[in-house]
């Protein structure tokens, strides 16, 4: 079993920065794709971003593109999300999530909810006006 935790969240004004953590530990795989979703109340959970487990491949939302950067510290195993620029339209629970199917990401699937096979509690992230 792989444990997710996810960290950093908060409440924050507009403008303002945050940087979240996710640390994996228990049973991790050799290598794997993560990623990062949001969902806020009453709204689905949407896909925010994701990186290859190299970090040589990333995707991002055009709706955090130029704003959001996720990276990777495998020997920590532990992948982050600096967010910039922070708007109230960022505010929701923010889950990290890993696809131990795939190494690299390939065309969409990094956005693709299904691939993901293990997911974190998620962590609050409030951005108020």
């Known amino acids: 079993q792989v444990q997710l935790v996810e960290s950093g969240g908060g409440l924050v004004q507009a403008g303002d920065s945050l940087r979240l953590s996710c640390a994996a530990s228990g049973r991790t795989f050799p290598s794997y794709v993560t990623g990062w979703f949001r969902q806020a109340p009453g709204k689905e959970r949407e896909f925010v971003a994701a990186?290859?487990?190299?970090?040589?491949?990333?995707d991002y939302a055009d709706s955090v593109k130029g704003r959001f950067t996720i990276s990777r510290d495998n020997a920590k195993n532990t992948v982050y999300l600096q967010m910039n620029s922070l708007k109230p339209e960022d505010t929701a629970v923010y889950y990290c999530?890993?696809?131990?199917?795939?190494?690299?990401?390939?065309?969409?699937?990094?956005?693709?909810?299904?691939?993901?096979?293990?997911w974190g509690q998620g962590t609050q992230v409030t951005v108020s006006s």
């Open positions: 999530a890993v696809d131990r199917a795939r190494t690299w990401i390939s065309g969409t699937s990094g956005r693709v909810q299904d691939n993901y096979d293990y």
């Open positions: 990186i290859s487990w190299s970090g040589g491949s990333t």
